[in-house]
């Protein structure tokens, strides 16, 4: 017989924690040996005594006091989740109650009763003029918030961190009042209000900033450097502005320089020896560029009659009753009108494309010079004709919607991971799901009209029209990661899945003669999966 | 379920298991209850890396213990926690003392929890992991970055004392 093992070895082999090589010559030697063999029972006893001694008592702890409250840690994503729900609440909050309720409503109430016919220019005017002050400020505040909010939480968790390692507490009071510190954001935007007065900008004035002027009469002789906002009767620009010019108005005269884009809404829309570098975006009754005036860029034109004396350094696009060019177009006309006139000194370098009742909506003076050819493509009514599966323009936007649909989805899905758990289970589930979707997408405008009559609900409406809005485009998006998920049970993560299931929606919804019901009814069936999850949570929130 | 509702039902469940593991490392008050504590805290932000198909206890088990044992280095930031592997095994074996192979009654089981808790802390832990915790001799090594046989022996001499003081108090141990 073996000599006996030692006590090490015998206690890791009753524990089964022996090498394999030596659990054989431990072995051999208990087969033989009976003291041993008897040991080893004893030793096993022995951890099953321990293991159970242990555990048992750990069913009844007796110094434990009753379950502590679990709170989760917050994550970057409630925080993100918050912080856009403050944003949003203070927007909403800030801009329906004081914009629309406090200014707007009354302005609008107090104009109706005083005139018979009400202005539809001061009306915008107004209108636009609120929303530049407050929507500009209301971004201010919550950029402020944001921001102190960052740093409170910022100095906050350093604190947490380092005051285990023996942070001064004078550290810490510092790096609570470092929030104190944040800069205010520097006010690159000047307001100038004057409803019925005249702002005037005299012409050795200047201006670094981006301007917003809102009067009845703006007149801008000086220098600005940043962009310009201004709306007003009657608005003239006869200084440089370095930026882009944004005008709404009744009449706007531009007679000066514009280094950016000039984009404008009015009754008329003048340019007198103007010189803008950037491009022309202008919707107007009445729009003329004089002879001595120059676009630097392309030229978007719409109104009754537009009126082309000057130069168009690129392309002229124009919808109107009337064209007239008489100047030169760097490159082509493109015309959706009534009439398009190419006077004597006509110059388009390109070709012109017209989209007019007949051929003979074109007039060309004897003198008028075309470089490129004269393409004819009918009544506009014909454009909505052409069979869109044909075009790449259409691919192209189904591709950019596609994409935009999963970055909102990632988005949404990061921030409401619960919405990831939703599934259609069978056939009759999904009747009723969509069944549930079709009330939603009925009732809620008939309850947000409901409300909006009585005044006071006017805002309460407006957010739920605005849900509804954003709960139908989310709608499609949770069907498809709910649809890519079914298909793809065994993947991890979600980006394949809501790709795959969104594809899969947005070509089912652009099915020849049948894409416009199928999308219909997907719509509905994801409007009852977003209610039936939001019934659920509220539901959850109540019970727990 | 969402994930904040399903790791709700595992606190409540496991809480008490968790804070058993706490307790038999760290000793019970205060400080067994933070690390319970920190112990979910960690899991609900590592939740995502559970494999459902693994056993809960396990992954949370481990998560404490880490945590645990780590607080338990800071004390003895000093001195090698768990002494040298030769120095331990020189350690006169006491063969004679009884094996612990029965309690009479759960006062004695009392007891002997209250002598696990008098353990030198190099004998309680590995104890504390492989009895409570229920993790194989290798796992134990990795954790505490010893050697296997280092494991064993500690252990050993761990069960030496308990038997040692139970002898010491007549009526607990036979």
Known sequence: ?????????????????????????????????????????????????????????????????????FSAPASFRDFALANL??????????????????????????????????????????????????????????????????????????????????????????????????????????????????ITIAAHEAYDDTMILAAEMVRIEGNVTGDVIATGRSIEVSGNISGNLIAFGDTVRISGKVGGATI?????????????????????????????????????????????????????TGFADTIDVRGELGRTLRAWAGAIRLGNDAHVHGNVTYHAASRDSLKQAGSARIDGEVIYEGQAEDFGHENRYTTARFYLWQLARLGAAFLVGLALFWLVPGLQSLSIAA?????????????????????????????????????????????????????????????????????????IGLAIVLVAGN???????????????GLGLLAQYLWKAVNTSRAA | MSRKSAFGVL?????????????????????????????FMRAYRSFHKFEPTQPFWQWIAAIASNHCVDLLRGRHRDAQLFGQEQAELDVADDTQLPILTHLENTEAA?????????????????????????????????????????????????????????????????
């Open chain 1, 264 to 316: 404008s809404a009015a009754s008329s829309l003048m340019l007198e020896h103007a010189d803008g570098a950037g491009d022309l975006w202008g919707a107007a009754k009445f729009i003329s560029i004089n002879r001595d005036s120059i676009v630097g860029g392309n030229a978007t034109l719409a109104g009754d009659s537009v009126m082309v004396e000057g130069k168009v350094a690129r392309d002229l």
């Open chain 1, 511 to 525: 099915l020849p003669w049948i894409g416009g019901i199928v999308g219909f009814v997907l719509t509905l069936v």
């Open chain 1, 1 to 69: 017989m073996t000599a006996h093992p030692d006590t090490l070895t015998m206690s890791m082999y009753a524990d089964g924690a022996l090498p394999p090589e030596a659990v054989a010559a431990v072995e051999k030697h208990v087969g033989t040996c009976s003291t041993c063999r008897e040991q080893v029972t004893l030793l096993r006893r022995e951890v099953d005594l321990l293991n159970e001694t242990l555990r048992r008592t750990a069913v009844a702890e007796p110094d434990l006091p009753a379950l502590p409250r």
């Open chain 2, 110 to 174: 009392d007891r002997l929890n209250a002598l696990v808790a008098e353990l030198p802390d190099r004998y309680r832990i590995p104890l504390v992991l492989a009895y409570y915790q229920g993790i194989s001799y290798d796992d134990i090594a990795s954790q505490l970055g010893i050697t296997r046989t280092h494991v064993g022996v500690l252990l050993l001499r761990a069960k030496e004392k308990l038997r040692g003081a139970l002898i010491a108090t007549p009526e607990a141990g036979k």
């Open chain 1, 85 to 198: 729900t403050i944003g949003l609440v203070f927007w909403l909050g800030q801009f329906l109650w004081k914009t629309l309720l406090g200014e707007l409503a009354v302005d609008i109430a107090s104009r109706f009763a005083s005139i018979y016919v009400p202005d539809t220019y001061q009306l915008v005017n107004a209108f636009v003029m609120q929303l530049l002050e407050k929507g500009t400020a209301m971004f201010y505040s919550y950029l402020n918030v944001v921001v102190l909010g960052l740093l409170v939480i910022g100095s906050l968790l350093a604190i947490l961190k380092y005051r285990k390692n023996g942070l001064p507490p004078a550290a810490c009071i510092g790096l609570l009042a470092l929030p104190l510190l944040a800069p205010t954001p520097a006010d690159a935007l000047e307001f100038w209000r004057e409803p019925t007065g005249t």
């Open chain 2, 11 to 39: 606190y409540t469940d496991y809480y008490r298991r968790v804070y058993g593991l706490c307790r038999r490392l760290l000793g019970a008050g205060q400080l067994a209850e933070d690390a319970t504590q920190e112990t």
């Open chain 1, 427 to 499: 056939g009759m589930d999904s009747l009723r799901t969509a069944g549930l979707g079709l009330l939603v997408l009925i009732a809620v405008p008939i309850i947000a009209l409901l409300t909006a009559f009585t005044l006071v609900g006017l805002p309460l409406a407006l957010i739920a029209v605005a849900a509804w809005i954003l709960a139908l485009y989310l709608a499609k998006i949770v069907l498809g990661a709910t649809v890519g998920r079914m298909l793809l049970a065994d993947r991890e993560g979600i980006m394949l899945p809501l790709l």
